[in-house]
């Protein structure tokens, strides 16, 4: 079943029997949990958007403006109801996943004084204000609409701020066995490299060692990847201290 682009494609996709009569059994599974007529309008449209979701109908990842169109509301609406949807259906652990990848991922240009970077989720855009300010980190960092901007010798305290201790603790396994690092030194050789090279992009609009060090990093977010360019550059870093 492809993706629906409008709201004419998603009435099409309950021609599919199977897909009608599952809606069906949740919707009423739903609505009558409690008593008949008694669920809110909002939640009514939270439970059909989450099916609809769920089932491939629409695309979480794409667009707002693609989704916003394939069901003919504003786009307001539309991150509105998937804020709604993540917060109650995402985990934690997958938000701090989603987060990381979103910061390991992105295009960072140069913009001004600042580095900046596109988001698209809303959860992982209150997320990362959340997580920071959890850490006690207030950095100058804002976002205008769909576009995150940070001061690039904040960048290294805002990613340190948001890395997992857990993610934390498996790279300075992986760099202990070569004798190189503590968890303490990881984070302190982090923001080293990382406050260089965003300063570097900002001043040279690219860096390598920029995109060396998010290429690493997410390679420990995903288990996939290799981590001696990332370990290079923190051993240099804890060598230069």
Do not use: C
Request: charged share 25%.
């Amino acid at each position: 079943m492809m993706v629906a682009r409008s709201l004419e494609e998603v009435r099409a996709a309950f021609k599919d029997d199977k897909l009608a009569a599952a809606f069906g059994r949740r919707f009423m599974g739903a609505y009558a949990a409690s008593a008949f007529g008694v669920m809110p309008k909002r939640e009514i449209d939270l439970a059909i958007f989450s099916f609809l979701l769920q089932n491939d109908v629409v695309d979480a990842d794409g667009s707002m403006y693609r989704l916003a169109r394939a069901l003919n509301m504003t786009p307001a609406r539309a991150r509105s109801l998937l804020f709604e949807y993540q917060l109650r259906n995402v985990s934690e652990a997958d938000t701090d996943h989603a987060v990381m990848m979103a910061l390991t991922t992105s295009k960072y240009w140069k913009d001004g004084a600042n580095v900046s970077f596109g988001i698209t989720s809303p959860l992982v855009k209150a997320a990362i204000t959340g997580k920071m300010q959890d850490r006690g980190v207030f950095a100058d960092v804002s976002l205008s609409g769909d576009i995150l901007k940070i001061d690039p010798s904040h960048f290294a305290e805002v990613l340190n701020s948001l890395l997992p201790t857990s993610r934390a603790e498996q790279l300075a396994k992986h760099l202990k066995r070569k004798g190189v690092l503590s968890q303490s030194e990881l984070r302190i050789a982090l923001s080293a490299v990382l406050t260089t090279s965003a300063n570097e992009l900002v001043s040279k609009g690219a860096s390598a060692t920029f995109d060396g060090a998010l290429k690493g990093i997410k390679a420990i977010m995903t288990g996939e990847g290799d981590l001696s360019e990332l370990s290079g550059m923190l051993g240099s870093a804890l060598d230069a201290m």
